[in-house]
């Protein structure tokens, strides 16, 4: 038996289901039983029932996924794929921002630890910040954070002003306008889809700035031959996949996040033999976190 086959046994065995973000390595993507945006597998963890989730992806959504599924034993095979923007925004620092500014909306991106999230007033993900932003009363000052360049984004979109914390994607913020700007001038039929996590400076010359699934879905629906795709390489695999005939354009050689590479096939298989690691939360903290991630889901659902 193979790996693959290997790991299809055992989950069925263990009443698994595999979950897996768009920018996982392709061999892991192909065991998954889904594939999606931070959105959509937040809805997929809290809607799975099952009893086991193998959660292929960075901290922040495997620990999302048990907050929202609680009661499943949530397996995150290689505990070292963190996101290094969620830990920009460290909890001590958060909570001194909120205790001198209390009547401030705290608007956390997913991508932030569960920690943070006891501190938010609602979450918001890139496939639906506009639409959380564009819900919270008028006369509210927001603090947005981790991500100052989707904050940023955001606030060009909505006309809303909000005070954003210094952080950013390493992978997407390596994106520079320039790079855009020469593969536009090589592949003129091209479409450009980056996403929001890019610096503003990179948005404003995209035909589009999409979520992952956004842009999957952007991709199926268009008529272009060819994409430029501002964001992180993984995501190329499913879009030759699902658009065979179409073409896929980095722009830039590597735009790699390290840590989504992290969780290997074998990973994938020994967390399903030995069922560790499992994400461990107190409960008050899955408590307080579940809050904004549902007031998330509520005004999205
Ligand atoms: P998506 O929600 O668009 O999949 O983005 C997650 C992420 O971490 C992007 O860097
Ligand atoms: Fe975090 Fe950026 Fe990796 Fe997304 S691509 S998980 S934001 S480091």
Redesign the pocket.
Known sequence: MNMPEEIGKLKQERGAVILAHN?TLPEVQDVADFVGDSLELSVRAKESGAGVIVFCG?LFMAETAKILSPDSVVLHPNPFAG????DMAKFEAVREYKEAHPDSLLVAYV?TSAATKTLADICCTSGNAERIIRSLPPEKRILFLPDANLGKNIMDQTGRPMELWPGY????DRILPEAIQRQRREHPEAEVLVHP?CRPAVTELADQALSTGGMLRQVRASTAPEFIIGT?IGIIHRMKRENPGKTFIPPIPHPV?P??KKISLEDVLSSLQDFSPQIALPPAVMDLARQPLERMLAVTS
């Open positions: 920018y960075v996101c290094p923007m969620a991508n994607c390493p992978t997407h996590e992180e996040c840590n989504m």
